[in-house]
């Protein structure tokens, strides 16, 4: 898979490709993952990416010409399978659309600024708009690398066997049940019995049975699909 995200912050959008899975990904040749600032594809002096609203209105807009010219110039490269333009009205992110995210081959990923793009940009390129929940950001770029990391870890061979992606919360529409590690007791709170006897069926529907109860609790709208 190979990801190209526009931005006007870099800088601020690297680091979390350069730590523990997202980077090994990178190093194993699994994703790739390319940076453009927008102020490369300007055209005046000043390197402006913005400007002022027509009809008035606080805040400033991000024009279409530069991101015209660095969008058209990665598709003149390569086919890409979607433009993705990261935004708070877009649709919420969930473990379903990053799965599907993560089957296709190459994506561009737009982050906005100040008040967002021209709605041109959004007509003309943008293919799904995604939001990572009811807030705003003061930009795209964390948003981004939310997305980034929910979808490069659902790549096969980017996460072993022992962090198998398959048993992660939502996978099923399901939160995931309690886990534990050594010690067996902690100043008197004990590892479930289940869990210690060896027993693979029994271990099994008691995670089920967690897994089913956590979600009733926490999140019982998942259940309702
Ligand atoms: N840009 C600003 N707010 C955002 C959000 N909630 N999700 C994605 N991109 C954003």
Redesign the pocket.
């Known amino acids: 898979m190979r990801i190209d995200i526009i931005t006007v912050l870099p800088e601020l959008l690297k680091s979390p490709f350069e730590a523990s899975i997202l980077k090994r990904a990178i190093e194993a040749g699994l994703v790739e993952v390319h940076f453009h600032n927008l102020r490369d594809y300007t055209t005046d002096n000043y390197k402006s990416i913005d400007d002022t609203q027509f009809g008035g209105g606080a805040g400033m807009v991000m024009m279409i010409e530069p991101i015209d010219k660095c969008i058209t110039k990665l598709k003149a490269e390569r086919h890409y399978d979607e433009v993705i333009y ?3 009205d ?1 649709d919420t ?1 969930n473990q379903g659309i990053a799965n599907q995210i993560s089957l296709k081959e190459n994506i561009i990923i737009l ?2 600024h100040y008040k ?1 793009v021209d709605q041109r940009v959004r007509d003309l390129f943008i293919t799904k708009e ?11 770029e ?3 690398a939310v997305l980034c990391d929910a979808v490069i870890r659902l790549i096969p061979g980017v996460l072993g066997n022992e962090t198998s992606a398959l048993t992660d919360s939502f996978q099923d529409n399901l939160l995931a049940p309690p886990i534990y590690t050594k010690p067996r007791d902690y100043k008197g709170h004990k590892v479930p019995d289940v869990l210690l006897t060896g027993h693979a069926a029994n271990i099994e529907k008691w995670r089920e049975e967690q897994a089913y109860q956590r979600t009733k609790d926490r999140r019982p709208d998942l259940l309702e699909d």
């Open positions: 990261m935004t708070p877009g992110l982050c906005g967002g995604i939001s990572i929940g009811d807030y705003v950001l003061s930009g795209g964390l948003g981004a």
